[in-house]
C-alpha cells in the first residue's frame, strides 16, 4: 500500500508560479520513491484528466506534456519521499486539480501503470 499526499495548489494570477508538492509513503519497510515511476496529472471542470508529466524510476527520463513543456519543471526529493511539480507562467486553462499517482513496479519508467493516486490538490489561475 502506498498513500500519497499532494498540496501547495491555491489561486494565482496569471503569469504566476506555484509549487505543488507530493509526499508519498509506504506501509512496506524502507519504501523509497526512488524506485518508482511517479506521474503527475490534472483534471479542469466537464474534461477528461490529462497527464502532464511522467518520471521514471532511479533518476530516469522525465517527460512533460506539449500543453505544460517549458513551463512545469517536476523534481525529486528522494530522501524525504516527496516529488514536486514547478508550475510557472501560469495560463488560466491551467485551472484543474492536480493528482500526483504511482506505480509501484520496482523500477518502473513512463508512462506508468498508475495504481495509486493522492486526493488533488486544486489550482485556480486568475486572468
Known amino acids: 500500500q502506498v498513500q500519497l499526499v499532494e498540496s501547495g495548489g491555491g489561486l494565482v494570477q496569471s503569469g504566476g508560479p506555484l509549487r505543488l508538492s507530493c509526499i508519498a509513503s509506504?506501509?512496506?519497510?524502507?519504501?523509497?520513491?526512488?524506485?518508482?515511476?511517479i506521474g503527475w496529472f490534472r483534471q479542469a471542470p466537464g474534461k477528461e484528466r490529462e497527464g502532464i508529466t511522467c518520471?521514471?524510476?532511479?533518476?530516469?527520463?522525465?517527460n512533460y506534456a506539449d500543453s505544460v513543456k517549458g513551463r512545469f519543471r517536476l523534481s525529486r526529493d528522494n530522501p524525504k519521499n516527496t516529488v514536486y511539480l514547478q508550475l510557472n507562467n501560469l495560463k488560466p486553462e491551467d485551472t484543474a486539480v492536480y493528482y500526483c499517482?504511482?506505480?509501484?513496479?520496482?523500477?518502473?519508467?513512463?508512462?506508468?501503470?498508475?495504481?495509486?493516486w493522492g486526493q488533488g490538490t486544486q489550482v485556480t489561475v486568475s486572468s
Open positions: 518520471t521514471s524510476s532511479f533518476g530516469g527520463s522525465t
Open positions: 499517482a504511482i506505480d509501484p513496479k520496482y523500477g518502473s519508467s513512463c508512462p506508468g501503470e498508475y495504481n495509486y
Open positions: 509506504g506501509t512496506a519497510s524502507g519504501f523509497t520513491l526512488d524506485y518508482y515511476a
